[in-house]
């Protein structure tokens, strides 16, 4: 297959902004599904924005989630790259502890300075299966759209099956941005099937 111009411009975007992490699998929320998404938490949930207080339970989700070791400067850089509102989280009610989460974030490119994504979406092991990382994606991403962003994409990696699975079922759909993309797609979605 031959590349077009998008791709190779594309390609060389991401190497430039992304650095080792070109290689992410991009989704794309298109202008068709760009619509409100619903939100329905099992009883015993609640969402909401991010809070101070909330930083250990975070720190521990993301490393549960096999995402990362951080520490609290790494969190703040993380956390100071969210949107105001745009940080959010799914609480259990009778413990408290975060269960899920993801936020919302601005970030232009030269190509459309109105562009947003969605990031580190995690839900706790013990908690999975109940939609409380759907909740938490769906949340960003409204927020996204109640702000009026047009571009709105979120990376992730190939071995992320459920949270890919959540961000096709918000309507995103892969961005085929070189050749080798839609091989590994077709992986993805062959292991998804089995799922």
Request: charge should be positive; glycine fraction near 6%; charged fraction near 25%.
């Amino acid at each position: 297959m031959i590349r077009t111009i998008f791709e190779i411009i594309r390609s060389k975007y991401r190497s430039f902004r992304y650095g080792i992490r070109e290689n992410q699998l991009e989704l794309t929320l298109n202008q068709k599904n760009q619509k409100k998404k619903d939100i329905h938490l099992p009883e015993g949930f609640y969402l909401r924005t991010f809070k101070k207080q909330d930083k250990k339970g975070l720190i521990e989700i993301f490393r549960l989630s096999g995402l990362a070791e951080w520490s609290d400067i790494e969190f703040e850089v993380v956390k100071s790259s969210f949107l105001p509102n745009g940080f959010f989280v799914v609480v259990e009610n009778d413990t408290e502890k975060i269960v899920a989460t993801m936020g919302a974030r601005h970030t232009p490119n030269k190509f459309n300075p109105n562009a947003g994504d969605i990031g580190w979406l995690c839900s706790h092991p013990e908690f999975l299966g109940k939609r409380l990382g759907y909740a938490a994606a769906a949340a960003a991403t409204n927020r996204l759209l109640e702000i009026g962003y047009t571009n709105i994409y979120v990376n992730t990696d190939d071995y992320r099956l459920p949270a890919i699975k959540i961000f096709l079922r918000l309507g995103f759909e892969p961005l085929m941005y070189n050749n080798g993309i839609e091989k590994r797609w077709n992986i993805i979605f062959n292991k998804l099937k089995k799922n």
